[in-house]
């Protein structure tokens, strides 16, 4: 504990998310927090590497910007490819896209929820940190450690099938995509599909008896008004894999319907700050900090008015009764609920694949010799929306490459998130280990996975630092 | 028995790395029985504290980097770099052919969606170093598991070797770039 | 040859004397290892992966360009040796950026298999993280220098196979890389004709084909063997099959006498060329081609067929057959229309080729045929190549490649007699341009020319059975055929000299549908020096992959055959055997007009599909079994590559099913 008055708290590394980050809060005179930000520190220059190498090596290069949602950008890439192409790809490999997709929206939410939310809610926020992690729950509760493992393993498992290997595949290509489905794998997927139901049944329950239990303060925590931005289907239905835009500002209007992501230029400007390595997205017409703008699932059952598969719509209508009065569910620790809705529905909608006899089918490629000179690919990530742009010459050569990673978006998000728990938690300078968990927890609630963010962006290790409002540092703490 | 102390960093990489480790799936219930975490991205502790063995994803890519690799090599007995940036510099490593500034350049200033941009820089952010370096171009590195990610099966044989008290060289069979 | 005995690793080996050590191991199963070397190319020891151990020498030394000797004792794989090699890859990864978690060849890379194989698991050099182009401007191959590991293998393929050495090493030192032409992009580079030899040759992710990229490892792929049917060279290839589509296209043997491929066998088979026809189509009321079964469409085929038999007799249906198509859809086709219609109005669209050639043979020779001309393989053994009207890089890419390498090898003079736009001329020794429509005049003054360039006992010989030229003033035709005299000189001096000449014509030649052209080249060749009279070295490049096939099997007609002349005399009904070629010939479709009914059986849609009654799908070339002839004469087979589309029939079984149906009161009348 440290009582010097105007200090900066600095978190380094933060834990249990994806990447690499750390967090630094300004406490005033009294103590009580000034300011805090969260601070991206890797730099890794996707954006300018990718210059100069072709555009079918870029579905290859640019899952390497995320070992924990390497799908995404594999088939935003390839989306981006199939626009350079200028062709539209043959309704199976399609499917088998959506299916990998959904493959790691499976390993990805369960992973978050079990691997890295679960042991703040099984264990409490002050819990020894020592025991606060999933080796404490396999220890604790080996069964439900057991049964994560395999919800995991099974959403590993689909992306296996189609790309021979689990992280960083080599499935989707320009114009399609390399290998199809064997009836047997179809089939070993589909009887798993009642199991994995039940265990994201099982996961929903864990959670909603904790929102029971901690209802005022799981209300309370991060919750804050920003505008939403997710991808949804003709009917503004939940959609993943393609889609149009649809954004919601802060008081509940919608400012964009059925919005073409390939004019995202249009509507979405990057803010830069010196202290980060993470840009700040917003929406262009409103400017900075107006138009800031959350995505990512809670962001996504914010703009969407339905899911198409049953059980995930039941709970989104439940979801949609915790909506403040603009109609928005804005609470940060929500964002867990809407995870998991969406770890339903992606294995509702696997099954819906699977029992389409099409994706079965070995038509997965067109080709083109000639390309357009840009291309732009879509896709909602796990974490958020996510856009690949790519500039070509006439061979094929790339010559410019934008990104703007799911993580980004909600950046400003996410330096609020940790600015209200701050200065909920921390008073006259008492700063102790929970609180600091909860600062860390507010960043959990966004899953940011900052080695995306880190393609132009960096690494997200966590500790506090204690600076004095001039900038001396007076203190550094590591928890 | 004594459980062997494990700390995993993650420098400049993916978790990618990190992520095939928990392909290891149910295997991950047994290493935990012998294996004491530290340091990782999956627990909350943030000291580098003395270990048996330190693991680490990534390559160096920042002073920060290159500090927290030096604490760790004098606080582990053996070092095991994992995975292709680790090991060789990697995708990472693609920043070297160029110039820094050209690549912050591009990142934070002439990129469409940017609006004003600036260049992020210390203290706020760490300095970056010239060019990517792998491990051991900085300090000595025992053992090397290649691959990106490594296969599962590569991660387990070296941990294996590792409780075994031996230092793993991966088999031919097992060797992978990519 | 003698044969030695050397020691090797303790063992005694025999070989042939005048190989290299690495080839007695070979020969032997003696695993050394490689990267510069490939067979059949000249070895440079440039990688220093093969060094080996040879009993006296002080030094190790590469295998593949030490000369074994009788009594060598050598030792391939030593603890000196494997540190070396370690030591060379180490250096090798270092150089450049060798990312193979990216890179479009891992799994199919003979640097990442060494890797692999000597556990480089890490680099203990500074790495040089070089800046280095990737060149993407050619249209099938990119090369990235960042991979490159300056084995030099693909130019040596270029120059010593393919013939046209675009490529070789280009600055010095670090900056040393691989160069085309005079430093130019690979896709402005003139001299390359893009046959994809360099792609096959190169063992790392160096050289790479858009085409296949990311399609499919070759250990994901079933590699078949097979013939490409394209223009009639007949080049042996191991296709890679994934999914049910070609992903890649090698050839059997790549530094072998026939390796070399062309860019249409290698990378437009990979490419959809033309909007398939994936089924049946029936012409409807309202005079569109709609869909149908293929039981309604046959049944729509044998009922009019045979009601327009039955009302205007057997001569009232023409067949006319691709010569595109494979042996056996062909044998049906023509079978179809002998026995079940029962008439000779058959012909090939290449019909006006074969009756020209044939002519022109059968008047320099009475009962000459197709088989009097020789193989493709005698122009690599010539000593001097006339090519006259083509340009063989545009017809049969891979003739010309074999001319190339008898010419650039320094064996062999080449001289060109074409119009001025043939840009092959420029690759000759002497170009002789006649006037156009004075080649037979320029063919028939060479020959006079060659005769007289003849030692005295031949010339004496040449000119009996030459009496027709006997007339001629050289000076005088040179004038009218605007060839230059000196030029005529040299090229006759050589045809006169040479021990093994060639002559290949091709298509301008027959365009001319003058036979008189074909008789007087067939001449010219057979008063060349050393020649058989009867049977002299004389190659046509033939329109058409299986054109040699069509014609042995007797599609096309010994009479002229024009279907617009057949038509306006009571041909009534057309039936057309495309199968995978695309025609949009406007004398082929104005002669359609005139029939009442048209059958087309073709794989893709076009002009002529577009004006058919009925259309009937035809599986392409790689979606079934199925033998095609070389344009010199040789069948070879193929297997079926991929499945074709809902399944499409046989060319042969879909005849046999309108056979069926045919109903031919009396086949007699």
Sequence with gaps: MVTEAKRTIEINPITRIEGHGKVTIQLNEAGDVDSARFHVTQFRGFEKFCEGRVFWEMPVITPRICGICPVSHHLG??????????????????????????????????????????????????????????????????????????LRSFGQGIIKKLAGKKVHPNHAIPGGVNSCLSIADRDEILGQIDWAIAQAQLALELLKGYYNQHSIEIRRFANFSTGYMGMVDKKNNLKLYDGNLRLIDRKGIVLEEQFDPAKYLDIINEHVEDWSYLKFPFYKPLGYPAGIYRTGPLARLNVATGISTPLANKELKSFKKLAERNGMVEGSMYYHYARLIELLYAIEWTRELLENEVVCSNDIQVTSKVFNEQGIGFIEAPRGALFHHYWVDKSGKVLKVNLIVATGHNNFAMNQAVYEVAKDFIKKAKVTEGILNRVEAAIRCYDPCLSCSTHALGQMPFSIRITSPNGELIKEMSQ | MAKVKVATFWLEGCAGCHMSFLDLDEAIIDIAKAVEFHRSPITDIKEIEQVDVGIVE??????????????????????????????????????????????????????????????????????????VKA?????????????????????????????????????????RFD | MNGIILTINGKQVKGKAGSTVLEICEANGINVPTLCHLKGLTDVGACRMCLVEIEKERRPVPACTYPARDGLVVQTSTEKLEKHRRLVLELLFTERNHLCAYCLASGDCELQILGYEYQIDSWRYPYSWPSFPLDSSDKHVMIDHNRCILCGRCVRICSEKVGVHTLDFGYRGWKDRISADLNQPLGEASSCIDCGACFQACPTGA??????????????????????????????????????????????????????????GRFDQLYESHQGINTPLLRDDSGKLKACSIGNALD???????????????????????SKASNESLKAFKKFMTDIIGNDLIDTIDGDEYRTIIQGATKFRSGAGLNIETTLEEILKADCLLVVGVNPLESQQVAGSYIFRAASQGKANLIVLDVDKNPFGFHASTWLKPTKGKEELAINAL?????????????????????????????????????????????????????????????????????????????????????????????????????????????????EFSLSGLTKNGVKAVYLLLADDYIDDTKIIDGLKGAKFVVVQASYSSPVTASANVVLPSPTWAERKGSYTSLDGITKSTPKLTQPQNNIKRDEDIIRGISKRIKISDRRS
């Design chain 1, 77 to 150: 890439s390839a989306k981006a490819c199939d626009a350079i192409l200028g062709v539209n790809i043959p309704p199976a490999a399609k499917m088998l896209r959506e299916l990998m997709h959904m493959g790691q929206y499976i390993q990805s939410h369960a992973m978050h929820f079990f691997y890295l939310a679960s042991p703040d809610l099984l264990f409490g926020f002050d819990a020894d940190p020592a025991k606060r992690n999933v080796i404490g729950l396999i220890a604790e509760n080996p069964d439900l450690a057991t049964k994560a493992v395999k």
């Design chain 2, 58 to 131: 990534g390559s160096v890519g920042s002073t920060e980097e290159e500090d927290v690799l030096k604490e760790l090599r004098e606080h582990c007995k053996i070092l095991m770099a994992w995975g292709n940036c680790a090991c060789f510099g990697g995708i990472c490593g693609m920043r070297s052919t160029m110039d820094k500034e050209d690549a912050l350049r591009r990142g934070y200033i002439e990129t469409e969606s940017t609006y004003q941009g600036k260049i992020p820089h210390p203290p706020g952010v760490p300095q970056l170093l010239d060019k």
């Design chain 2, 135 to 175: 491990l051991n171009h900085i300090v000595k590195v025992d053992c090397f598991v290649p691959g990106c990610p490594p296969a599962p099966e590569a991660i387990t044989y070296a941990l294996t070797e590792l409780l075994a008290g031996r230092i793993p060289v991966i088999p031919i069979q097992m060797m």
């Design chain 3, 207 to 264: 050289i790479w084909a858009k085409s296949s990229a990311y399609r499919g490892r070759p250990d994901q792929c079933k590699k078949m063997r097979s013939v490409c049917a394209l223009c009639g060279v007949g080049c042996e290839i191991d296709v890679l099959v994934k999914n049910n589509a070609l992903i890649r296209i090698d050839s059997t043997e790549l530094a072998g006498d026939r390796g070399v491929l062309c860019y249409k």
């Design chain 3, 300 to 322: 729509e085929v044998g009922e009019k067929f045979g009601n327009i038999v039955a009302r205007y007799g057997k001569n009232s249906i023409a067949g006319i057959a691709s």
């Design chain 3, 447 to 559: 020959t006079k020319a060659v005769i007289g360039k003849l030692s005295a006992s031949n010339a004496v010989k040449a000119k009996e059975n030459t009496t027709s030229l006997g007339a001629m003033n050289i000076t005088q035709a040179n004038k009218e055929a605007g060839i230059d005299v000196e030029d005529l000189n040299n090229a006759a001096a050589m045809l006169a000299k040479s021990k093994h000449s060639v002559v290949v014509y091709g298509k301008d030649i027959l365009l001319r549908k003058n036979p008189k052209l074909i008789t007087a080249i067939l001449r010219l060749a057979s008063k060349s020096g050393k020649q058989n009279p009867k049977k002299p070295r004389v190659i046509s490049l033939k329109p058409r992959g299986n054109s040699r096939g069509a014609w042995n099997l007797g599609l096309a007609n010994k009479k």
